[in-house]
């Protein structure tokens, strides 16, 4: 069973309490707030038909328009591409100097031939993973992609299915990948068939997992040239140098329209935005210009609750106290529209009755803030006493007034 209890309202008025009623469909109990806040503060909008704003600092979502969308990433697959080699790095498959063959199929499909975006590898030479992944985001090269998902996994098709592997653990629920380079089917490429999928908040996930678990490798994006083999190449992210303090991730273009995933860190606070849907590259720079801007515009950190501070109780059976305090791990720290809003409420989830004995710092649950969209933002939570196991009298009322009463 999962206990709630609700706080609408933005601060300082977390607190103001005016009913308390059943949440409906839940066992537990909702406390909701009806605070009197100012009028809704103006508010981000984009002419992006999809967007997403992240704050992975708070965990939190910003703003939110179709994120769940299913979108064509076109070249911005090579985000995924990327990430799978630089998890290859880190668990020891290659290291940057493990060199790589360029196939005949990797030059034809990729390389000069294919009259797209390339590194111009020659057929049969042996380049080192570290060149060929400053290919793949710098020049944002076709046979880069495709040497590395050769050098990887021997084909395109199985190295997409070590994408979908770690796109699956990390959530990416509405994503699917065919293929390293992001154009069209495996078979062919230049197909009205199966292609690549994704929605802004799997791209804003892959971004947090790469800034996260990968920052080593993260200052490739930004590189503004590579020359390699006597060739000079130059940064072709199209949102490099347009949006200030943007340092990633990439672009790309395919039938649903021209999207984008932006990475940018200010004072501080750090950024992801997901754009997508765009008729072309000009619109797509505007629509992710205000989705960015609209983070330091609109938003500003809230502190809902200090490390430790106690945020409600959790109910405890077959113990010597019915009840035990539930505390955060650490600062609640929320970006939340300035100005406030009664569009977001506060809730605590946990699985319970907790069970008796209960000891000191257990993590139990979570809280959660909560918009129109669904949650935006969570944190830890964690008992803040001890309950020691009842006595056989006190363990048989508990349960006989678990039976009959419930959590109430």
């Not at 977390?14 to 809704?40: I, N």
């Not at 990948?177 to 994704?198: C, H, I, M, Q, W």
């Not at 678990?213 to 190449?233: A, V």
């Not at 949102?239 to 021209?258: C, T, V, Y």
């Amino acid at each position: 069973m999962r206990a709630l209890r609700d706080r609408g309202g933005l601060p300082p008025f977390w607190r103001a309490f005016a009913a308390r009623g059943g949440f409906a469909l839940l066992a537990g109990l909702s406390v909701m707030a009806a605070a009197l806040l100012p009028a809704a503060a103006e508010t981000l909008g984009t002419r992006a038909p999809v967007a997403f704003l992240y704050a992975p600092g708070t965990s939190t979502s910003l703003y939110l328009k179709d994120a769940d969308k299913a979108f064509e990433p076109g070249s911005l697959v090579k985000v995924m591409t990327a990430a799978a080699v630089f998890e290859a790095l880190s668990g020891g498959e290659v290291t940057p100097e493990t060199t790589c063959k360029v196939s005949e199929h990797a030059w034809r499909t990729g390389g000069a031939p294919s009259r797209r975006a390339t590194m111009f590898a020659a057929i049969k030479s042996e380049i080192p993973v570290m060149d060929l992944l400053r290919g793949l985001l710098i020049h944002n090269a076709n046979d880069a992609a495709i040497v590395l998902a050769e050098c990887l996994d021997g084909s395109e098709e199985a190295f997409a299915g070590r994408m979908n592997t770690l796109a699956a653990s990390l959530g990416m629920n509405g994503s699917h990948f065919v293929n390293p380079t992001g154009y069209g089917t495996l078979e062919n490429p230049d197909s009205k068939g199966e292609a690549s999928r994704t929605t802004a908040r799997d791209m804003a996930k892959l971004g947090q997992f790469i800034l996260e678990k990968h920052w080593d490798y993260y200052p490739l994006f930004s590189e503004p040239e590579f020359t390699w083999n006597n060739i000079y190449q130059r940064n072709k992210n199209p949102l490099l140098g347009e949006i200030r303090e943007l340092d990633g991730m990439g672009a790309g273009q395919a039938a649903s329209g021209f999207s984008g995933l932006a990475s940018v860190e200010r004072n501080g606070r750090r950024v992801i935005a997901v754009v997508a849907g765009l008729s072309d590259e000009k619109t797509r720079l505007a629509a992710m210009k205000e989705v960015v801007e609209g983070a330091w515009d609109y938003f500003a950190v809230e502190r809902i609750f200090a490390k430790g501070e106690t945020v409600t109780e959790a109910k405890v059976f077959g113990g010597t106290a019915s009840t035990v305090p539930l505390r955060t791990v650490s600062d609640v720290d929320v970006l939340l529209p300035r100005g406030g809003t009664l569009d977001y409420r506060l809730r605590v989830v946990y699985s319970g009755p907790l069970k008796a004995p209960v000891r000191m710092g257990t993590p139990s649950g979570e809280i959660q803030v909560l918009g129109n969209d669904g949650i935006v933002y969570r944190a830890p939570l964690e008992t803040a006493g001890e309950v020691d196991e009842g006595s056989l009298e006190e363990r048989a009322l508990g349960a006989v007034s678990y039976y009959l009463f419930g959590w109430f």
